[in-house]
């Protein structure tokens, strides 16, 4: 996608021009990849592909069908397989009130998403503790303007 990341083991330096790459991606050995490429397709010039996540299908949640919803939601142009999905990113991600039904990581990818919008609302966020109860302070240690709501 037009990024370089380098991997230590006490550090992630990432490297990118302004815009990502559209591009194919199978994700049959790496199904739990399809929330963050997805919402990676969000900034990419070009059309992101990502196909052999069908058994993602029957994760936590539907998570092809669920997450081509709410990228809907935010503006961008999807189309749905039964193995994955195409995205085309809108010029600008919309504000939207979004659901991360119940999945961990669907709620992870949607916050990070809804960064690249004015306001977003995501309804969900206590799945999050399943893998990552830290994961609001952390993002917000980051410089992410997020507040909890009840």
């Known amino acids: 996608m037009n990024a370089y990341v380098n991997v230590s083991s006490d550090a992630v330096r990432v490297n990118s021009s ?3 790459e559209g591009g194919s991606f199978d994700l049959k050995a790496s199904p739990d990849l399809l929330p963050v490429v997805s919402i990676l397709a969000l900034k990419a010039k070009g059309k992101v592909e990502v196909r052999g996540v ?19 939601k935010l503006g961008a142009e999807v189309k749905e397989y039964e193995d994955g999905l195409s995205i085309k990113a809108p010029e600008r ?8 039904y119940g999945d961990h990581r669907l709620f992870m990818a949607l916050c990070i998403a809804s960064l690249l919008a004015d306001e977003c609302i995501i309804n969900g966020a206590e799945s999050v503790d399943v893998s990552y109860p830290t994961f609001l302070d952390d993002i ?5 303007s997020i507040e909890e709501i009840n």
């Open 140 to 144: 917000k240690a980051l410089g992410a």
């Open 93 to 100: 991600v919309k504000s939207a009130v979004l659901d991360a």
């Open 18 to 20: 302004n815009e990502l």
């Open 54 to 72: 069908k058994h993602a299908r029957v994760k936590e949640t539907d998570r092809v069908a669920n997450i081509a919803r709410e990228l809907a």
